[in-house]
């Protein structure tokens, strides 16, 4: 019962440390963390967290990182010693989008944009835009940094009403709530 409280007060302790400073909490468990780095929301690490490095200038979603195969379960009984367990590298400048999956043994290269829902099962090279289930290839980098230098619009500074005022003009929409 004791040992089952300790473990409950642990927990609770790696969440606050987690909310403070997500960077900070991960180094503590082990994760090799770069510089210039930025976790928003929940990025989960699996039970060997001291199996992953992620490089400078990554920004990552709510997404999970895991090292083992679960799916070992299946042979438990006939090998009940056995597991499958691999690093994750992550290299520099990537951004991985919201609710990614990244499996284990995967390397990800520089410069790489993987995009939201994204399960990603092997290596990525250096460059590249993926996507999908599993992540592919979807463009050159450079491709995409042609589509939203034409797209973007320069918000970044922008209070949130002088953001949502420009944005309601801009798209020509209607005022629903004042």
């Not at 967290?49 to 042979?75: A, E, M, R």
């Not at 992550?90 to 939201?116: M, R, S, T, Y």
């Not at 399960?119 to 993926?130: A, D, N, P, Q, R």
Request: hydrophobic content about 40%.
């Amino acid at each position: 019962m004791i040992k089952k409280i300790v473990n409950i007060l642990v927990k609770l302790r790696y969440l606050i440390h987690y909310k403070l400073n997500p960077i900070k909490a991960a180094r503590k468990i082990g994760v090799i963390v770069g510089e210039n780095c930025r976790f928003v929301g929940k990025v989960g690490f699996s039970t060997e967290p001291y199996l992953i490095s992620i490089g400078n200038h990554v920004s990552i979603t709510n997404s999970s990182f895991i090292t083992h195969d679960g799916g070992i379960w299946v042979f438990r009984e006939e090998y009940p010693k056995l597991d499958v367990i691999k690093k994750i590298e992550i290299g520099n400048n990537v951004f991985i989008g919201d609710k990614c999956i990244i499996l284990p043994g995967v390397i990800i290269e520089d410069n790489i944009i993987i995009g939201a829902g994204s399960i990603v099962s092997k290596k990525l090279e250096s460059g590249w835009v993926y996507a999908g289930v599993p992540a592919k290839k979807i463009k050159r980098i450079e491709e995409y940094k042609d589509q939203v230098l034409l797209d973007g619009l320069e918000l970044k500074g922008f209070s949130y009403y002088k953001k949502k005022a420009f944005l309601i003009n801009h798209f020509k929409t209607k005022k629903i709530n004042k």
